[in-house]
């Protein structure tokens, strides 16, 4: 099985499903979309986010940390300890990063496909 996300015109295949651990994050690169940080969560859920951290202008957001509040799952920067909602992007600490843009990351589809091709 494979590891595709979707960089708005058609489905990337990114790495195989068996190279993600549960828990951790990889950075991957879409040709047209720059860094992607791809997360696999405890229950094989998948999750992809802009790797650029909003507060420190670094592509790290591929080393945060999952986690939770509630019944949502979370991503927590490794640079400034911010925490994001994976479900909709948006930074559950600060409404905007310190350039006055809303603290909100950009989400890919991301799917399991059962064969490499893309569509």
Not at 8 to 15: A, E, K
Not at 79 to 88: A, C
Request: include cysteine.
């Amino acid at each position: 099985m494979t590891v595709q996300i979707h960089d708005g015109t058609c489905w990337q295949t990114v790495c195989d499903l068996a190279d993600l651990q549960p828990g951790r994050g990889v950075a991957v690169l879409l040709p047209e979309a720059g860094q992607v940080a791809l997360f696999r969560g405890g229950s094989d859920e998948l999750y992809a986010v802009d790797n650029l951290d909003p507060f420190s202008g670094a592509p790290v957001l591929s080393r945060g940390l999952l986690g939770s509040r509630g019944d949502r799952p979370t991503l927590i920067s490794p640079m400034y300890k911010q925490v994001y909602d994976l479900t909709d992007g948006r930074c559950l600490d600060e409404d905007t990063a310190p350039d006055g843009t809303p603290a909100v990351l950009r989400r890919w589809p991301v799917r399991i496909a059962t064969t490499g091709a893309a569509r």
